[in-house]
């Protein structure tokens, strides 16, 4: 499987937003479960938003209600629209698929990790 490429990052003020993408060379009908995670420094990878093709999602507790995750399945890019950003938002994101959702979370069966984008959020 090749590597999903994610896009989209930046250096933003706290409270702005950016709109990530993940671009994919094959079809993300075929994955069923699609997610977003974040590597702060220092800190282990953590998943921050998750997608299945049934439209089921799930998101950590530090984001909800600030973050969407979405699929456009004829474009085959995943999204991930953050609004209200913190400084504790920064660090690297990536994208990843996996059979199931809980599988994202407990890095079952993932795919290779591309190379991430970064995101800074200043104070």
């Known amino acids: 499987q090749v590597p999903l490429v994610e896009s989209g990052g930046g250096w933003v003020q706290a409270g702005g937003s950016l709109r990530l993408s993940c671009a994919a060379s094959?079809?993300?009908?075929?994955?069923?479960?699609m997610g977003w995670y974040r590597q702060a420094p220092g800190k282990r990878r953590e998943l921050v938003a998750a997608?299945?093709?049934?439209?089921?999602?799930d998101y950590a507790d530090s984001v909800k209600g600030r973050f969407a995750i979405s699929r456009d399945n004829g474009k085959n890019i995943l999204y991930l629209q953050m609004d209200s950003l913190k400084p504790e938002d920064t660090g690297v994101y990536y994208c990843n698929t996996a059979n199931l959702l809980e599988d994202l979370s407990q890095d079952i069966g993932l795919g290779p990790w591309g190379q991430g984008t970064q995101v800074t959020v200043s104070s």
């Open positions: 997608s299945t093709n049934g439209d089921t999602t």
């Open positions: 094959v079809r993300i009908f075929s994955f069923n479960a």
